[in-house]
């Protein structure tokens, strides 16, 4: 699912879900969300309010383990409480539902976490609180809640799992800065985005996207036209639905 939709190809992406849920419904319900919220998802707000139905209802309790020894199975095993608050919270942000919101992220900061995942709770926290105030047009109160993140988290979960790697905030941050006139800032963490897994694949394309124009701005054509080139490869038979959404 998300080697198809690090292409653009967000039927796809879906089908495998579907997949996965005969086998998962905790791995799909995640999945889907992570993916639908990504800016460049073609979904509606009707389609958002599904889905935080759907993860309102879900009791993370019946999740069963993965029972793999190996992390790209396992990486959620532990976390699924977790990951229903934050997801619901970005959701209900998203849709502009503040003080549900606010109440998600307060939930997540009042979480007792593993050591290895001992910041991620509060990072993410800050994750919903930024979705609430960019939707809401508010962008330096969004960047500095973003900027609050410690991401001090073990390497491996970083590798296995989208959310461990702040993926979402960490590609929001570099579309805040850029917003804010600060290219240069942008541009590291959109250098990393989709390099060190392929759960981060979903970035990769619009990530090359916004560092053309970070080229192009500062007059390097050269560079503009090699990212260009790298996007227009990855979305080369993307959907008209994903690529409205970075037109």
Do not use: C
């Amino acid at each position: 699912a998300n080697v198809a939709f690090a292409h653009g190809r967000w039927s796809e992406a879906m089908s495998e879900i579907e997949t996965l849920a005969a086998s998962s419904e905790a791995a799909a319900l995640e999945h889907q969300a992570v993916l639908s919220l990504a800016p460049f998802a073609p979904v509606t707000r009707a389609d958002l309010a599904d889905l935080a139905s759907r993860l309102e209802a879900f009791d993370p309790s019946t999740a069963e383990p993965s029972n793999s020894t190996n992390i790209l199975f396992s990486a959620h095993d532990h976390i699924h409480p977790l990951l229903r608050v934050y997801l619901l919270g970005r959701i209900r942000a998203r849709l502009g539902e503040s003080d549900a919101a606010l109440r998600l992220a307060d939930e997540l900061e009042s979480m007792t976490m593993p050591t290895h995942f001992a910041t991620l709770a509060p990072d993410l926290a800050h994750g919903v609180r930024a979705e609430l105030h960019r939707s809401a047009g508010r962008s330096e109160a969004a960047l500095a809640e973003l900027e609050s993140m410690t991401g001090d988290m073990w390497y491996l979960m970083v590798v296995a799992s989208p959310v461990s790697s702040y993926a979402a905030e960490r590609y929001a941050r570099a579309e805040l800065l850029i917003e804010a006139g600060r290219d240069a800032e942008a541009e590291p963490w959109l250098a990393e985005m989709g390099v060190f897994t392929a759960m981060e694949k979903p970035w990769l394309a619009a990530s090359r996207l916004l560092r053309a124009g970070i080229a192009e701005r500062r007059g390097d054509a050269e560079s503009a036209a090699r990212y260009q080139a790298v996007f227009d490869d990855l979305w080369s038979e993307a959907e008209d639905t994903m690529l409205a959404r970075l037109q």
